[in-house]
Structure formats: structure tokens, C-alpha cells
């Protein structure tokens, strides 16, 4: 490895474009001015080095600080998040009890307060439900009117001349078929020629036909799309699917003649605005504003307001259903707003289960509910009400009814998946494999924290390895400057006050006594004096521990003064990143956490920027001396180089008197 001496760890690391040469270099007295200027200003530019290596040391030791925070925060996030399944801090991660059920009927978990033994569940008879109300179907039907009364022969004559050749486009769930009114077509009105009197029916089935040959369908079983001519009204009909008429190749023309519009449709689309959604039911309200767009166009916005369960609910007619939805179910009302495409209905229902009536509705401002099909209080179109019912089950015999399917039955949580008759057994037992494995990973990473912690401390700094200017770096390979920067690293926090106090406070939690009940009770301790605090496991005796202790372990970890809640307190005193400035952990006011406000509100940050200013200071002032000396040696050369001038005019002189 190249020798890099202590004594040349502090020279310059200033860059050779601050040897500013602003004079002659010595021509005339034969001088090494660069070297002379940089001999003169190596004491000025030793300063700036010692404030780069300072630099240096602080972003390490701010690196170090870091990787301990994010130790800590990991650690902190895997036992003493509330949201972690492995929240020390919560009994019931104490929890040995496992629960089993003998049927699907019947799902179970344990709780905090689950103990061993066994219970029957003789019968389910009734599962919980909730309330809810069923509007009528919305959708404005696809029909049309050919004829304002049944039609004539003749009329249907007219009207298949009107067709012949041309095709409509009717679209199933997504399915895209046109329906051409060809030969086929007319031939099936017709039939032999014979009989002329033909009906609205013979226009019927010359079209259903044509239909079922489009979407597959063999027969009545299985037909998809039935259409109707009666009374001089068109009608197409898809009981539980989408069907959307439209007009093929722009002609509209032919749809015109059957009465219909292109895009009509038996469903509406939630994601569509309310006053451009067909309704069955046409909106009306009677507050009404006008309101003009930036090209100048004006239309008129109707409101609609009424109340669920207490809870008030204003839209505008240019707002979608799907947001209208979303404001419902995200509300306090608790209930669900939801629209089938299967029967086009709306339908409200309660969130909570359980008999009694859960939900109440009234309207105040236009008929939107009235358009939903949700008007309670519609003397015409009602929705219809299902009531919630509660859960009814037997348990060794004893009838137990409930509002909910889930339920707490002696420690075990039950939850309701279907009515049966058949005896279900729920079955629990202790078993502590878990809890067992989950101390053992515990300790392990309580143990990589304080080793962590303790290897900064304790290692020894070596003030013959400095960090490495730049000049340096160029004459080392790139392994040797990695070592060299290992052992300079080495130390940056021995004997730190934060790391110290933050260890301290970790160990003295593992050494306590909670009434009278201790880590080492259980066989956790720790494992010599040099192991630094380090925890060890004995195995009979954690195993013994489990299987007796249960309470008392739980507690211990768990409870209010527990060693989970200390150890919350002493990690969060140190990691936290929330909060103004001075209200954060130790560690981040210290070093900050990067992607927070601390990354740049930290006092190793602070110190960094105070000696790079005082950096650009000295460089500044090393600069101006550069510039004197140069000026002075340049000087000194226009001096010389007069004299040297004046001597060989008087040399010549003397020649010239002989």
C-alpha cells in the first residue's frame, strides 16, 4: 500500500487551479516561482484541508448516526408498531391459545382472553343480516315508436321498404353484431306470398329470428335478446345483460324509421353525469341555476338534496352517479349505495347487521331519490325493504341470538359463515411455537441493534490515518483507498454521549424487574461481561417459562409499564422525525433522516455548511495571496531584468573607449 504519512494527511487538498500564475516564472532569475508561491501559501492552504477533513468526518459520522436510526426505526416498526403482527406491546401477540374449528361453517381466532378447553356449537339457525331497500329498475327501456297504433299491412309494407337492405348495430355486454333487413328477412314476413295480411307479429318473429341467428341462440332457452312489435312500439329486450342500439356506416335513417336513436341502451353508466344519463324516470328539481361556460354557452344545473340516517347530501345534476356513490358510502351515514347491471336497481343498505330498522330516508330538494327508485315515502314506486335479522345459534344447548355474525363466545372469536344443523366442535388448545419463535428473532435483533451501537463506541480512533485529499486519492488504487478510509472512519463516534445514553437505557429495560418477574426468569440473560450486554437464550428454561408463565410473561412485555412500552419510549426518544425542529429524536436532531424535513435540519448539517462557508472564506483569502506574491515576484523579475538592462549598457560603453 502506498505510505501516505499523518503529516501529509493535512496538506492541501485545494485544486492546482488556485496556483493562480499571473507573472513571468523566473526567466530572468532562473527561480521556481510555482514552487516558491506554493512553499509561501502552504500554511493557508493546510487550513483549508483541516476544515475538507473536517467535513469529511462529519458526513461520516453523520452516515454512522443514520445507520443506527434506521436500525432502531426497523426494530422499532417489527415489536413495537401497533400495526405489526409482532407488536410486543399487544397481549394478545401473547396469546398461546390456538383455536380450531371441525367445520367451515364456523371460523375461529383467539383473543387476549382465550384460555384451553373445548365447546360445541349445536346448531346455526339464522345468520345476521342487514336492512336494506331495493329500488325498481332505472333504466329508460330500449323502444321506440313506429306508429302511434298498431300497424296495417300496408303500413308494414311501407315500413319493410323503408328497411330492405339496410342493418342496424345492436351491442350485448360488449358484444357487437349487426342486424341487416335482407331477403331473409322479408321472405319470413311474406312467407309463400299467399296470405297479405300481415301483422305486427309476422314483423315480430322476422326479426327475432334475425336476432337469435346474430347472438347464437337455437331456441327459446337460450335466446338472449327478444324484440317485440306491438301497438306500433319497437321494443328490444336482454333480461340481465347491456344491450345498446346504434346506427351503422352514419346511417341513421333506418333507426329513425324504427322509432329508435343511436346509443340508446337498457342500462345506464355510473361513471355519466347525471342530467345526460336516460332515466326511466326524468330528473326534476326545483332549484335550478344557470351557469355559462368560457366559450359562452349556457346550461342550466339542477341541485338535489335529501338525508340519510341524519346525515344531509347536496349534488348538482352535472356531478356522475359513481360520485354520488362514493360520497354516500364514504359518509357517516353508514350505509352502501350500490347499482346492479344484472336487474339495473339501486339498492341502500346498512353497514351494521341485526334486526331493527337501521335505516331512515327522506328527500328535500328535487326527485333524485325518486329517479334511484330509494323513495321511502313514493306512493307509486316504493323501494322495496328487506329487514335485518340477528344471528341465532345454539351453544352446548344454550340458544344465543346476536346482531352480528361475529361474535366473542369464552375467549374465542366466532365468526357466523353459513346456517347448519350439524354439531361444529371449537377446540383450544396452548401452543406457544410461535410466541417461542418470535423471542428468539426478539432477541437476535435486540442483539444486532446493541452490537451495532457498541461497535461504534468502542472503536478506537488512529490519528495517523486522516481522511485523504484529493491528491492523495491519485496516487492510491482503489482498495487502498477503501482501507485507508475504513481505519480513518474508525472512532468517528467512540465514547459517543448519544449512542451511550440510548444503549444504557436499552440495557437497563432488559435488567428490570416487573413484579418480581424478570427476562432472566424466563432464561433470557445476558451472556458475559465481554459480550457487551449481549442477550442469550436457555432453551429448557424459556420452554418452561412458556408453558407455566403465560401471565406473567404477557405482562411483563406487555403491560403499561411493560418492557415493550419502555422500549417504545427510548427508541422513539431518539429515531423520531416528526415535529418541528428541537422536538425530534436525539439521532435526528443530531444527523437527520433522509426524505424528511431533518435531512437538512440537523446540527451535523448546520456544522457542514458553516465550514464550507468558511471554506470558500479561506479560499477566497488564498487566492488574494497567491495574486500578492505573484505581483511581487513579477515585480521582482521587471526589476532584474532593468538591471540586467542598465549593466549591459554600461558594459558596452566601456567597450567602446578602447
Sequence with gaps: MTSVSSSNSSNSSVSSDLLTKTGMGGLVSGMDIDSLVEQLTETSRAKI??????????????????EVTKALTEFQSKYLDTLSKTNLRSKSTFNTVVASSSSESISVSTNSGSYAGSFTVNSVTQLATAESYTGSAVSESVSGKVANSTLSSSDISTLTDKLFGKSIGITLDGTYRAVTFDNDFINEIVGDGTDQNWTEEDFTRALQKKLDTAFGATSDSDRVVTASLSGGTLSF??????????????DTDTLTALGLKSGQTNKIKVSTQLDQISFATKLSSTNVRTETAANGATSEISKFEFSINGIDFSFESNQ???????????????????????SDKFTLTSNTTGAGESITISQSTGNLLDVLGLNTASETNAPVRTAGKN????????????????????????????????????TMKEDASDLSEMIHSFVEDYNNVLSLMKEYTSAKSDSDYQPLTDEQKEEMSESEIEKWEEKAKSGILNNDSILNNITSKLQGIMYSTFDGYSLYSMGIATESFS??????????????????DGAKIREMFSGENGIASRLHTVVQSAVKTSG???????????????????????????????INNYVKTLTSRLKDEQSRLWKQFTAMETALNKMNSQSSIISSFGQNSY
Excluded at 484541508?49 to 452516515?63: I, R
Excluded at 329486450?237 to 346506427?247: E, F, L, V
Excluded at 459480550?531 to 417459562?545: F, R, V
Excluded at 418541528?580 to 446540527?603: F, H, Y
Design 49 to 66: 484541508a483541516k476544515q475538507n477533513q473536517k467535513v469529511q468526518k462529519l458526513e461520516w459520522k453523520q452516515e454512522a448516526y443514520r
Design 391 to 426: 344471528a341465532i345459534l345454539t351453544v352446548d344447548g344454550q340458544q344465543i341470538i346476536r346482531a352480528s355474525n361475529d361474535i366473542s363466545v369464552n375467549g374465542v372469536n366466532i365468526s357466523l359463515n353459513e346456517v347448519t344443523s350439524e354439531e361444529v366442535k371449537i
Design 320 to 342: 356522475s352517479l359513481q360520485s354520488i356513490m362514493e360520497t354516500v358510502n364514504n359518509s357517516k351515514a353508514g350505509v352502501t349505495l350500490s347499482y346492479s347491471t344484472i
Design 531 to 548: 459480550s457487551n450486554g449481549k442477550l442469550t437464550i436457555d432453551e429448557d428454561k424459556l420452554s418452561s417459562a412458556l408453558a407455566s
Design 580 to 610: 418541528a425542529k428541537g422536538s425530534r429524536g436525539t439521532l435526528v436532531e443530531a444527523a437527520g433522516v433522509e426524505s424528511t424535513m431533518s435531512d437538512t435540519q440537523n446540527s451535523i448539517y448546520e456544522e457542514i455548511q458553516r
Design 237 to 250: 329486450d336482454a333480461p340481465g345483460s347491456q344491450i345498446t342500439i346504434s346506427s351503422v356506416d352514419s
